[in-house]
Nanobody, 122 residues
């Protein structure tokens, strides 16, 4: 059974940093794209960042470019999201995803985690 489990969320103040981690189990994902998405209350799930299987290619949403960094450790079957200079508008549930069906930028992946809450106070 494939599972993705996020951790690292919490309540922080604007300007602070957080590091989210996603641990995969049940299969290895070293050869597939993995991504982070987020969903704020009352809004649709939106793309945050994605990373290729080798880690050599990454994509970021314009809203997080320069502040967030996605990385992966294929030996540990994990993917991380370093979030710096957090803003109140970053408040959302953050989801880890693996193996996009087609487009890595859209919320259509085969595997999803349960999500972790990130709350940024002003």
């Amino acid at each position: 059974q494939v599972q993705l489990e996020e951790s690292g969320g919490g309540l922080v103040q604007a300007g602070d940093s957080l590091r989210l981690s996603c641990a995969a189990s049940g299969r290895t994902f070293g050869n597939v794209w993995m991504g982070w998405f987020r969903q704020a209350i009352g809004k649709e799930r939106e793309f945050v960042a994605a990373i290729s299987g080798s880690g050599s290619s990454t994509y970021y949403a314009d809203s997080v470019k320069g502040r967030f960094t996605i990385s992966r450790d294929n030996a540990k079957n994990t993917v991380s999201l370093q979030m710096n200079s957090l803003k109140p508008e970053d408040t959302a549930v953050y989801y880890c995803a693996a193996a996009p069906v087609s487009n890595v930028l859209t919320a259509n992946y085969y595997y999803w985690g349960q999500g972790t809450q990130v709350t940024v106070s002003s």
